[in-house]
């Protein structure tokens, strides 16, 4: 079963993939409890025929024992200039939640997808006592979607002709957008672009959601489909090559912080935390995006 935890835009949009593509049972969880089961219903509607499977809605926790896989998408509030504008509550959140979960599905594999989400996944691995290969943030490999839409916008190419996009880091005003492996159609981006270029990309990769927003009130289709893509990999045991948020030890010269990195995702959750050479303006980078997480987790009072 897949639990979802938060049945807003996000939740619904991801249980709707998940229902429609028939991967499991799932189970909505909503403290308002009308919420989650409205959901349920409207997406029920798109259960396939052939499909073996069912959603419910809920506001009790306890039913989400035997979960294989929950995700986090719940929210205090809505953010409108950072972030981390509701971090203190989100992160009383985010420990409530973890409880909720070491006691009723202390086996699951946990996605968090809730805002500030490196924090957030700190937080609740730390809370949780999970191990950091089975409780992460999914935002990076959103981000990374992005920034492909961006490569492709200004060189008129397809998505598919573009390779080794990342952007790690915090998700959030600091991430960093990788420049120095990306190919396109073989050839080297970096070759492509100015330095000014560069810059306009970067900035335009980081305020995506800021320029989004001018035009609808919050995202949801992007990070549902990335979410989405990481629950089928893991229930259909396949591999998957996307930076994710996990708490580091000594990856990257960084220990006790979460942030996007490079992973190898399975069945069992990150198999791997893949090392690929940055150059050193993006080593930089990535540095003061790290601090800046380790900033905020450092500020929280709870």
């Known amino acids: 079963m897949i639990s979802i935890i938060g049945s807003g835009r996000v939740g619904a949009s991801i249980a709707f993939l998940c229902v429609s593509n028939a991967l499991d049972d799932v189970l909505l969880v909503n403290n308002t409890k009308n919420k989650a089961i409205g ?89 949780s006592g999970f191990s950091r290969f089975k409780a992460f943030g999914i935002a990076s490999s959103l981000d990374s979607s992005r920034f492909r839409y961006f490569i492709s916008k200004k060189l008129s190419v397809t998505q598919s002709s573009i390779s080794n996009a990342l952007v790690l880091g915090e998700h959030g005003d600091s ?30 990769v980081r305020n995506y959601w800021k320029e989004l927003r001018h035009y609808k009130s919050r995202s949801q289709f992007g990070i549902a489909k990335n979410t989405f893509d990481v629950i089928d990999t893991i229930l259909h045991k396949k591999e998957l090559c996307i930076p994710v948020s996990v708490v ?32 050193d303006s993006e080593l930089s980078s990535l540095k003061k995006s790290s601090k800046k997480i380790r900033n905020h987790i450092g500020s929280i009072h709870t």
């Open 39 to 127: 959901e349920a219903l409207d997406i029920a509607s798109a259960i396939p025929s052939t499909s073996k499977f069912s959603i419910r809605g809920t506001d009790d926790y306890s039913q989400i024992s035997d979960s294989d896989i929950v995700v986090i998408t719940a929210s205090t509030g809505v953010y409108t200039k950072d972030r981390s504008e509701n971090m203190n509550l989100q992160v009383i959140m985010i420990k409530e939640i973890a409880e909720k979960i070491k006691q009723y599905c202390p086996s699951a594999i946990v996605l968090l997808v809730s805002n500030p989400l490196d924090i957030l996944t700190y937080f609740f691995q730390k809370e």
């Open 248 to 279: 580091l030890e000594g990856e990257y010269g960084e220990n006790d912080v979460a942030m996007g990195v490079p992973t190898k995702i399975d069945q069992n959750g990150i198999s791997e935390i893949q090392k690929i050479p940055l150059d």
């Open 175 to 204: 991430m960093v957008p990788i420049f120095s492996t990306i190919t396109v159609d073989d050839n080297s981006f970096l070759s492509m672009i100015s330095d000014v270029e560069k810059s306009s990309m970067i900035n335009d």
